[in-house]
């Protein structure tokens, strides 16, 4: 005997939208439930911030004294906190170059700090600094261990290839027992120093490798003038194209190396 199927009727439409609205419904009251659940967690005080580790440089500034100038900055619980605002927070330190962080479950920060390195000081009126990276910062002064460091004199923006020149000038000079007090770069592009003598250098212009021949052809042979006429050096002249002018005290000379004259 064959089996009858049995056919449902199709539920009309309005009952099939009836019944989408419904389950529609049920889950946006689910998803409603569920985020006020997870915004009720989220603020309960288990999540707040309770400590803070500072990894990194730390020479400038202790720990405690960096979570006591950020304090006020880090606003919000592990969820909401602004880790950007709280970056710029240790950032605004003095001496902080770079902050990095971190969220450390389930209510601590790392931090990890990275300071400037003084490499020069900075301006007309050195009272700014410039760092290892070329980078012009603001910092106590007095803070500042070395006490020769050496001061960048130019246009903003220059700090970068004026301290990338001084790093070569330095052991050129060095090596004739001259040191490079200050260097500056005039607004039309012409570089000149100051050694610790008190004596002044115009370089010219040019480009990086130009400055350092002309400085190491200066190096070489100055000490015979100044050994030949037993003065110490006040000015010289690096512009010329065969040699270099140079003003002793009380004699000026040009050399053209390897001879050299004089005039009173």
Sequence with gaps: MPRLQTISPAQPADVRAMNATAILLALVAAATLLGAAAVWAMRQPVFSIRGVRIDGDVTRNSAPTLRANTRASLNGNFFTLDLGAARQAFE??????????NRLWPNRLVVRLEEHRAAALWGRDA?????????????????????NLPTLQGPDGSAAPMLALLR????????????LTTLTL???GTWAMQLDSGAS???GRGSEAELVHRTEQF??????????????????DLRHHQGYA????????VNDAPSSGSRN
């Design 219 to 236: 190096a070489r042979t100055v000490g015979g003038v100044i050994a030949r006429y037993e003065r110490p050096l006040l000015y010289a």
């Design 186 to 188: 005039s607004g039309r």
């Design 201 to 203: 250098v115009e370089l």
């Design 168 to 179: 070569r000038l330095e052991p050129v000079l060095a090596g004739v027992e001259m040191h």
């Design 92 to 101: 605004d330190v003095p001496w902080v170059r770079k902050a990095l962080i």
């Design 246 to 253: 140079v003003r002793l005290k009380g004699i000026s000379t």
């Design 127 to 147: 009272d700014l600094l410039v760092n290892s990276h070329g980078e012009v910062f603001a910092a106590n002064l007095g803070d500042v261990e070395d006490e």
